[in-house]
């Protein structure tokens, strides 16, 4: 099993930008697609971004296309989560997780490994 830890959160004023990343360890990397989601207190966690194994492949989920982008260096076992024109509802502990197939997949219950989340709070 992939093991996942994100940093890069924190708070930013509504309009700017953070880049998250998490870093893998354990299995091979290249061998699992990626996703970010996203959960804020009493809501259910929501996917945000998903990317295939090679990183050619992407989507994206809800109010962050044209403003989140996801990508990933396999030689550093990194999946990043770029931010741009924040919004306070941007809100949420994000997770990175790990999907084991090489796939894109934007379904919850494909991702079998989770990082421990990291804070982003936007403020108006």
């Known amino acids: 099993q992939v093991h996942l830890v994100e940093s890069g959160g924190g708070l930013v004023q509504a309009g700017g930008s953070l880049r998250l990343s998490c870093a893998a360890s354990?299995?091979?990397?290249?061998?699992?697609?990626m996703g970010w989601f996203r959960q804020v207190l009493g809501k259910e966690r929501e996917v945000v971004a998903a990317?295939?194994?090679?990183?050619?492949?992407?989507a994206y989920v809800g109010s962050v296309g044209g403003r989140f982008t996801i990508s990933r260096d396999n030689a550093n076992n990194t999946v990043y989560l770029q931010m741009s024109s924040l919004k306070p509802e941007d809100t949420a502990v994000y997770y990175c997780?790990?999907?084991?197939?090489?796939?894109?997949?934007?379904?919850?219950?494909?991702?079998?490994?989770w990082g421990q989340g990291t804070q982003v709070t936007v403020s108006s």
């Open positions: 997780a790990a999907s084991p197939g090489r796939v894109l997949t934007t379904s919850t219950d494909d991702y079998d490994t």
């Open positions: 354990g299995r091979t990397f290249s061998d699992y697609a």
């Open positions: 990317i295939n194994w090679g990183g050619g492949d992407t």
